[in-house]
């Protein structure tokens, strides 16, 4: 268990919705990373916060938005859901934005998209 | 622009024999180097890590690692495998661009038999 808690665990939605993906991060760690991972496009980082503000940004669509919020969990908002957005995604946090520490993963959040 | 090449997408290898996992990696920064395995059904965790110092490193389960600057690779290694190391490995370089941020391989598919 790395601490690192992730819901929905399976989610079945339609094109064209809306889902928010939640992750409790570790007791004590301040970043938070979002990671898609899919079988054509491997493990793709989306975005980094810390201490409530983003960080930095990776692959991430427009349709797509996150947010850390002061009690440090957060969320990932997926619009305008598209067949392709079928994934898991992952939240992974660590102590500090620093780059050096461990990301520890959650066990991921699988979207289906029909 | 930073990319991580892991050059086997699948290694199969029988129990006891030694095995090689390599990566290459391109960035125009100074990264820090990491491997992750994922088990089936689960969330990456940590393998071993190179920050700085001795480029030969040990992590766990009787993995270690080997930092080559000039070649920019990040190659792992085990003498003996067993079949509970069957998994998916990743190789992953945590760089600043603004803020941190780790960009995985693709993977390598470990498969052990017996």
């Known amino acids: 268990d790395s601490g690192v808690t992730q819901t929905p665990k399976h989610l079945i939605t339609a094109t064209g919705q809306r889902v928010t993906l939640r992750c409790s991060p570790r007791?004590?760690?301040?970043?938070v990373y979002w990671y898609q991972q899919s079988l054509d496009q491997g493990l793709q980082f989306l975005i980094h916060?810390?201490?409530?503000?983003?960080?930095a940004k990776g692959n991430i669509l427009e349709r797509f938005s996150a947010q850390q919020f002061p009690d440090l969990h957060s969320e990932l908002n997926l619009s305008s859901l598209e067949l392709g957005d079928s994934a898991l995604y992952f939240c992974?946090?660590?102590?500090?934005?620093?780059?050096?520490?461990?990301?520890?993963f959650g066990e991921g959040s699988r979207l289906t998209v029909l | 622009a930073q990319s991580v090449t892991q050059l086997d997408s699948q290694v199969p290898v029988f129990e006891e024999a030694p095995v090689e996992l390599r990566c290459n990696y391109s960035?125009?920064?100074?990264?820090?180097l990491f491997w992750y395995v994922q088990y089936p059904n689960q969330g990456l965790q940590l393998l071993l890590k190179?920050?700085?110092?001795?480029?030969l490193v040990k992590g766990i389960n009787g993995f270690e690692a080997e930092f080559n600057k000039s070649q920019t690779s990040f190659h792992l290694r085990k003498p003996s495998v067993h079949i509970s190391d069957t998994a998916e490995y990743f190789c992953?370089?945590?760089?600043?661009?603004?803020?941190?941020?780790?960009?995985f391989g693709a993977g390598t598919r470990l498969f052990v038999k017996a």
């Open positions: 190179y920050l700085s110092g001795s480029t």
């Open positions: 007791s004590g760690d301040l970043s």
């Open positions: 916060y810390y201490n409530g503000e983003e960080r």
């Open positions: 992974a946090s660590s102590q500090t934005g620093q780059g050096a520490g461990e990301l520890f």
């Open positions: 992953a370089v945590s760089l600043y661009t603004g803020g941190f941020k780790t960009i």
């Open positions: 960035s125009s920064v100074s990264v820090y």
